[in-house]
């Protein structure tokens, strides 16, 4: 099992990661982030996350999950020391109890609706701000960066 277990996500200011389960993201400004940070490292998403990619994540081992999936089997299979678990809020939730960061980007947007980064149910998770990594100065993007405790 890795010793870091990564949830990735850009957010919108209301806390969530897409409009419907189906939306290709065009409005994230850090995929450049995202590939910098993921590459080489196996990324863990559910089925819906993965009809939405524009094209495979070249450099990383794409490890898609289903609802019957256990996570802990999951993670027992991978053999490096850290992996990213991508979504969708589903996915972030069932996960959620293994993960030891948090690198979270919100954007500048309010959809008022949509997929929450965790789905209803997830347990509480108490973080502590590690680093804030500059996404868009401009836009005043920034990604945060958080350890869970354990």
Sequence with gaps: M????????????????ARHK????????????????????????????????????KGRNMIVVHRDDDPKTILGRIN?????????GRTNSRFSSFLTHLYITPHPLVFG????????????LKLYFQKLVPVSLENGIYQFQYTVDP
């Design 2 to 17: 890795p010793n870091e277990i990564i949830l990735i996500a850009a957010v919108t200011v209301d806390g969530f990661i």
């Design 22 to 57: 189906k939306e290709k993201i065009q409005w994230s400004q850090d995929l450049f982030l995202f590939k910098r940070q993921t590459m080489g490292y196996p990324i863990i998403m559910g089925s819906n996350t993965h009809e939405t990619l524009a094209m495979e994540l």
């Design 80 to 88: 490096k020391s850290r992996c990213f678990v991508i979504g969708g």
């Design 113 to 124: 609706k949509g997929v929450p980064l965790f789905a209803s149910g997830t347990p509480e």
